[in-house]
């Protein structure tokens, strides 16, 4: 299920808490982010299940790999945030930089070519799909359409183009602000 309506934004979701003091971590291993990048939709089942045997042989390679992806996640959460951080633009657009070079162009079902990150990149290639996918976000997307969602220990981001939407889901974080703007109303 997507929160955001994009994957890069999906993948800043995977922490809640954003600028809080402790922040709540949801990719905890590098199973944890290829099973992430499965669900995406950014690799593909059966390359997920080679990738994760590999990542069970070489577990200190995985780890630097989810260590890297993360900081990648750091620095597209603050270039969708504020606009102006030229540091983040630089981390993104140079991993972007470095995913493309990596990537193949493939004849696809419908609508019929797409770049991929190749299987041989192993390990490196959930990182280098997410690298990939946060280039062409920020080189497609109107950063002022990106909203945060403004709940304590939230600050998920997500696509809104009507700039209507208040709430990562109203589900959750817009039912809990009623909730308790309900509750300061009965007691005072």
């Not at 999906?10 to 402790?22: I, K, L, P, Q, S």
């Not at 045997?53 to 996640?73: C, F, I, K, Q, Y």
């Not at 183009?161 to 300061?184: D, F, I, S, Y």
Request: hydrophobic share 40%.
């Amino acid at each position: 299920m997507s929160i955001a309506d994009e994957p890069t934004l999906d993948f800043c979701n995977t922490r809640a808490g954003w600028g809080t003091a402790e922040p709540r971590e949801y990719l905890t291993s590098y199973d944890h982010l290829v099973v992430w990048a499965r669900e995406a939709g950014l690799v593909g089942a059966p390359i997920a299940a080679t990738v994760r045997r590999s990542a069970e042989r070489e577990p200190a390679e995985a780890s630097r790999v989810l260590e890297r992806t993360l900081a990648l996640r750091d620095a597209v959460y603050a270039a969708c945030t504020d606009p102006a951080d030229d540091d983040a633009w630089q981390t993104v657009a140079a991993k972007a930089r470095a995913a493309a070079s990596v990537a193949v162009l493939v004849r696809d079902a419908p609508p019929g070519r797409r770049w991929v990150i190749p299987e041989s990149a192993g390990l490196e290639l959930p990182e280098l799909e997410l690298e990939r996918a946060a280039g062409a976000l920020l080189a497609s997307t109107d950063l002022s359409t990106i909203g945060r969602c403004p709940a304590e220990g939230c600050g998920w981001l997500f696509l809104d183009p009507r700039g209507r939407r208040r709430w990562c889901t109203m589900a959750v974080c817009g039912n809990r602000a009623k909730a308790r703007r309900h509750a300061r109303k009965t007691r005072g």
